[in-house]
């Protein structure tokens, strides 16, 4: 498993995503109205006029789990990653990318809130808590697949 996380000062990543890969899911913004997603990002944003670095782009990478990661399995882990550090009521888009033996996350967070408060950038840098809400919700989600294949099979 891997977690890294860069400041965006724009957020041209979006087009640049949407090109290749179809967004999973979104908070305050409308992910079935992709020409817009920008402009939403951009009018939270413009509160903040002279902030140089607008958003925070993560990218996660899971390697060789032990389940099989279907979108379900893997909205569990984004919605409990987001809440466990902390950013579920900032803006975000998110898409994935599946691969033969791993799973791609990327991330897409607007600094400034909708009160216009901004999230500061001395926590970007993945550390040990955001590794330990990402593991803890990796073991949550394999008890739960085990205990629903053991109920299965009962």
């Known amino acids: 498993m891997m977690i890294k996380e860069y400041a965006l000062s724009n957020f041209e990543i979006i087009n640049q995503f949407m090109q290749t890969l179809t967004i999973h899911s979104g908070h305050l913004v409308n ?3 992709p020409a817009w997603i920008i402009n939403s990002y951009q009018l939270f944003s413009k509160q903040r006029p002279r902030l140089k670095k607008v958003g925070i782009y993560v990218h996660i990478t899971l390697k060789s789990f032990p389940i099989t990661l279907s979108l379900d399995v893997s909205e569990q882990i984004l919605n409990e990653y ?3 550090i902390g ?3 900032l803006q975000y888009v998110t898409f994935l ?3 033969q033996d ?3 996350f990327h991330l897409i967070f607007n600094r400034v809130m909708a009160s216009g408060e901004v999230i500061d950038l001395n926590c970007l840098g993945a550390k040990s808590q955001q590794y330990d809400v990402l593991q803890k919700s990796l073991i949550n989600i ?3 697949e085990v205990r629903s294949d053991a109920l299965s099979l009962s």
């Open 82 to 84: 987001i809440q466990g």
């Open 31 to 33: 992910i079935h109205a």
């Open 102 to 104: 791993s799973l791609e």
């Open 87 to 89: 950013w579920d009521d």
């Open 142 to 144: 394999i008890k739960k």
């Open 97 to 99: 990318k599946f691969h």
